[in-house]
Structure formats: structure tokens, C-alpha cells
């Protein structure tokens, strides 16, 4: 018989506050001393160089430089990946528990909020943006929670080079995005977007970040993309 994965103890460091403000300020892929990570968490210096202990000490972070100048980092991508996920997950199910309630804004750097890597497709703000072009152009349409592209828009992707008959399945879904509060595109083709973008040199991965760099040719060609004349 398998056993199921134990996440508790991971789960339970992530549960903490403190601790998981210090990761969350991480999320951008820089190197943080302890004393910045402390102010970030609003903690005293033995309380933070405390809770970094547990973090290392777990595979969550890990560390650069000698004793006196060390930084702390994110371990691996796979971390990030987790805290993402579980960001998106908490704004997403506060808003289906009380839609009505005011939500409070995730404080997270300008190149998050703009564009990342979101489990191997596009996120953040111009992926948000690309997916409402797409419903207002008839590329895709949405039906509660599922989204299909349509035949139109098979079209147009095709003139890009995106067969999605090709393409693995999923082939397209909402994915909630924690600093819109709206979906952009997950699935396959979403990931065949970011490939699209990646490989026509519109935008590029910032070394040991989920943040994307958006050139100026790719904010123009992708603002482009399902636009009006398209549809």
C-alpha cells in the first residue's frame, strides 16, 4: 500500500506568521539578510535568526556568504512554486467564502505583479489582461468554471504557430491569480503562450526569480494580440 505524502511538517512551518512573511519577501528570488528578513517580519534579530534556523533547516532556504555577511534565498523553484500556489489559493477562497468583503492587497514586488512564471505558464497582470482580450476578441469563452477555446480562436492561434489539436490536455483552464483576483490562462495552451512569448525574444526569465522581464517589442505585440481587428 503507498502511503500518502506527508505535509504536515512542511505545512506547519509555512503556518507560522512570521515565517512565512520572511519567505513571502523571498518571492522575488533576491538574497535577504537576517536583519532585513526580521524588519520585513517584524521580528527582533535572535527571533528571526530563530525561525531562519527552522526554514534552512527544513530544505526550504538556503544560504550564501560567510557567517558575517550571510543571505538567505529560496532553496530550490519548487518553494516558490508552493508559496504561489498557496497565495493564489487563500485570496481565492476568501472571496468564494464572503464575495462581498473587501479583500486585503498582497503586498509583493512590481515584477511579480506584472508577469511570472505561474506552473509553467504566464501570470500576474499581463497575463490577466491577455485573458480578458482573449474572451472580449471570441478566442475563448468561459462557462462558470470551465473555459473553452473556440473555433475562432483556434484559428488565430494557428496563425501563431499554436495547433492546440497538438497540444496535451488539459488544453485550457482558469488559473486564479493572487494579485489580479482574476483568472488568466492555465493549461496547455497557456503554457504555449509562454513559450510563444519566450521564444520570440518578447519576454525573458530573470535568474533565480519567478519575475519575467517584458521588453518593450513584447508589451506592444502581446497588447496586440486578440485585439478588435483580430476578433
Known amino acids: 500500500m503507498e502511503e500518502a505524502p506527508c505535509i504536515s511538517q512542511i505545512a506547519s512551518l509555512l503556518a507560522e506568521p512570521k515565517r512565512a512573511a520572511m519567505l513571502w519577501a523571498l518571492m522575488d528570488g533576491s538574497a535577504k539578510s537576517s536583519e532585513e528578513l526580521a524588519r520585513f517580519a517584524g521580528l527582533t534579530p535572535a527571533s528571526a535568526n530563530a525561525h531562519l534556523a527552522r526554514l534552512t533547516g527544513s ?3 538556503r ?3 560567510q557567517r558575517s555577511e550571510r543571505l538567505f ?8 512554486a508552493a508559496i504561489d500556489a498557496l497565495a493564489s489559493t487563500t485570496v481565492a477562497s476568501a472571496i468564494r467564502s464572503a464575495p462581498d468583503a473587501a479583500q486585503p492587497v498582497l503586498a509583493a514586488p512590481s515584477s511579480l505583479r506584472r508577469a511570472r512564471l ?5 501570470g500576474g497582470e499581463l497575463a490577466a489582461g ?19 477555446v473556440t473555433v475562432k480562436g483556434a484559428q488565430h492561434l494557428a496563425g501563431l504557430g499554436i495547433f492546440i ?8 483552464c ?3 491569480d493572487w494579485s489580479q483576483r482574476h483568472p488568466h490562462l492555465g493549461g496547455a495552451l497557456g503554457a504555449g503562450l509562454l513559450q510563444l512569448f519566450l521564444q520570440s525574444n518578447w519576454i525573458s526569465v530573470i535568474h533565480g526569480s519567478r519575475a519575467l522581464e517584458i521588453n518593450d517589442v513584447g508589451e506592444l505585440e502581446i497588447a496586440r494580440l486578440a485585439t ?3 476578433a
Not at 118 to 122: E, I, Y
Open 165 to 172: 489539436q497538438a497540444l496535451a490536455r488539459p488544453l485550457v
Open 59 to 61: 530544505g526550504l532556504l
Open 118 to 122: 505561474c506552473h509553467g505558464h504566464l
Open 228 to 230: 478588435p481587428e483580430q
Open 63 to 65: 544560504t550564501e556568504g
Open 130 to 148: 491577455l485573458y480578458q482580450q482573449m474572451l472580449a476578441a471570441g478566442w475563448i469563452e468561459r462557462y462558470d468554471q470551465r473555459v473553452e
Open 73 to 80: 534565498r529560496m532553496a530550490a523553484p519548487d518553494v516558490s
Open 174 to 176: 482558469n488559473c486564479f
